[in-house]
């Protein structure tokens, strides 16, 4: 059994899920009444912030790598971000951190290569939306990703920063997502939703009713580190 080192704090709100559904996780593997070795270093989400503002992915990118190197001195064996936006930097991260890394991202395409999605809608921070780290990836799997207009994707970083970041949920604002994906779908004809920031699990991890698969990459992401560190 290996311990699992957490990058948290990028949001609060879903760090704590993280700690929830990776001891559900671990549960449903060793059902012994064992408990999994988890370390959590929560960091500053507001250093994050201003750096990815300043587009300073350099500081990005050192930031992550010498947070990680506090986890490899507390005894981690494998680790992983639990947020989506920090990926833009993870090939770098990756390359230099002390430790294995778990990625969001590829956990993720695997999951929709699963599914067979070939036009899946991304949502998420606008760094997200906007940058290439994903495209990148699916883009080896066959998959092409589809993003919300320019002012719906401002709507969305700015309720994702605003409110879902803060734990505030709103049902106007998963009213709003939802009339959004919803335009994917007839406009784009997505075959499925990435739920990329792992803050909207917690408003809209629940929909089952839009015809298409909502792929929640927190839990992807937690099953993939399982299967890595206690299978």
Not at 141 to 152: C, M, R
């Amino acid at each position: 059994m290996k311990t699992v080192g957490v990058i948290g704090g990028i949001g609060p709100e879903s760090t704590i899920e993280y700690y929830r559904h990776l001891i559900a996780v671990y549960r449903a593997l060793k059902p012994d009444g064992s408990y999994p070795p988890i370390i959590i270093n929560s960091i500053n989400l507001k250093a994050v912030v201003d750096l990815l503002e300043a587009n300073d992915l350099v500081k990005v990118a050192e930031l992550f790598v010498a947070e990680i190197q506090k986890l490899a001195v507390a005894g981690t064996e494998v680790g992983l971000l639990a947020a989506n936006t920090p990926h833009i930097v993870f090939d770098e991260i990756r390359r230099r951190s002390p430790i294995p890394l778990v990625s969001i991202v590829e956990a993720t395409c695997e999951a929709a290569k699963v599914l067979g999605l070939k036009r899946p809608g991304l949502l998420g921070t606008r760094f997200t939306m906007q940058g290439d780290f994903y495209p990148r990836v699916f883009a080896t799997a066959g998959i092409s990703l589809v993003v919300p207009q320019p002012d719906e994707q401002t709507y969305i970083h700015d309720k994702y920063m605003g409110e879902l970041v803060k734990g505030i949920i709103l049902p106007e604002t998963r009213q709003r997502l939802l009339a959004i994906i919803d335009r994917l779908k007839e406009r784009e004809g997505i075959d499925g939703v990435i739920l990329g920031g792992t803050e909207l699990p917690l408003i809209l991890g629940d929909v089952t009713d839009r015809g298409i698969p909502f792929l929640d990459t927190t839990q992807i992401h937690m099953q993939a580190i399982a299967a890595r560190a206690w299978s």
